[in-house]
Nanobody, 119 residues
């Protein structure tokens, strides 16, 4: 199994920045890709960005492109989400997730970290 723990959430003003971190532990060799998701109250969970664990290639959703950047540090088994120019509509619980090679789903999830952007 793989365990994921997010950190770095909190309260920030509009226009501010936060960097979320996700620490992976356990059988991390099983990881093929990592992603960041968020879910706001009353809304569906949405993917924000993903990164290939080995190659480092990334995907960023149009909704946050230009403001959010995903990166990883394989040596530390960590993935980051740098969030800039935050808006009140970015308020949500942010989740880190991991997927294995050969699967289309993210099978490993963190517990989530709250991000609140005040206007």
């Amino acid at each position: 199994q793989v365990q994921l723990v997010e950190s770095g959430g909190g309260l920030v003003q509009t226009g501010g920045s936060l960097r979320l971190s996700c620490t992976a532990s356990g059988r991390t060799f099983r990881l093929f890709r990592m992603g960041w998701f968020r879910q706001a109250p009353g809304k569906e969970r949405e993917i924000l960005a993903s990164i290939n664990w080995s190659l480092g290639s990334t995907y960023t959703a149009d909704s946050v492109k230009g403001r959010f950047t995903i990166s990883r540090d394989n040596a530390k088994d960590m993935v980051y989400l740098q969030m800039n120019s935050l808006k009140p509509e970015d308020t949500a619980v942010y989740y880190c997730a991991g997927g294995e090679k050969g699967t289309a789903v993210y099978g490993f999830w963190g517990q989530g970290t709250q991000v609140t952007v005040s206007s």
